[in-house]
């Protein structure tokens, strides 16, 4: 049992790899340019992962019972559990990174058939193609290598990337996060907020981490909404100084 859950880490940490040189292959042919995609700092996009592990504990058994109907069939049916499973994980993540951090890792809004900017079928098909890939051709591959690892390495590997990924996704959070309190405690003066904002993104090494995970970043957009939370926020205390204002004058008239 424990080795075929270290055999499933290893896996993850394989297609997270893989995942994340995809992306940023994209993006070089994309923005001419390497753009270290991801909400991590380490070479791997977690997402490609959990959807890799994912595909393999639901469909492999499929794979080995579904010998006696055709092979068209076998994909047909495959490929609808792939496209739920990616669909399903990717508009997932996408609303819950939004919902920590404010920001979109990625936005489908331009392409047809989308839902919320999250999913869309443009990026599910190619998920697809690469789900048959996993299940068909690199998971006998990858597995059977990763079983040839005796237990002892096995174990010391499986440590050393939980470790890794553990202390990556903590510092990688630290990151994002702490440019959310800046962002909060600028004061309400527009050049103030973009100097600060600037300043953050052109010194700071988790500021060009920043930008690394958000290439589309935009200084004056943060302003905007910086500026825009000072004003309510500027507006809520107005309205209470008058609430109290009233209050007193009531009672003045009373007196």
Known sequence: MLEKLEIYVVLFIIYSIIGWIMEVTLGIIQNQKFVNRGFLIGPYCPIYGVGGIAITLLLSNFIETMENISLVDSIWISSIVIICICGLLEYMTSYVMEKLFHARWWDYKK????????????????????????????????????????????????????????????????????????????????????????EIISKSWKGRRLVSAFPNVDIDVIRKKIKKKVEASKEKIEQQKRKIENIIEKKSKLN
């Open 111 to 198: 392409f047809k058939f989308n839902i919320n900017g999250r999913i869309c079928l443009e990026t599910l098909i190619p998920f697809t193609i690469m789900g048959q890939i996993i299940l068909r051709v690199t998971n006998p591959i990858f597995i059977s290598l990763i079983s040839q690892i005796s237990q002892p390495w096995l174990h010391i590997l499986t440590g050393a990337i939980l470790a890794i990924f553990i202390l990556d996704i903590l510092i990688s959070y630290n990151i994002v996060h702490s440019f959310k309190i800046i962002s909060n405690e600028a004061k309400d003066n527009t050049e103030e907020i973009t100097k600060k904002v600037k």
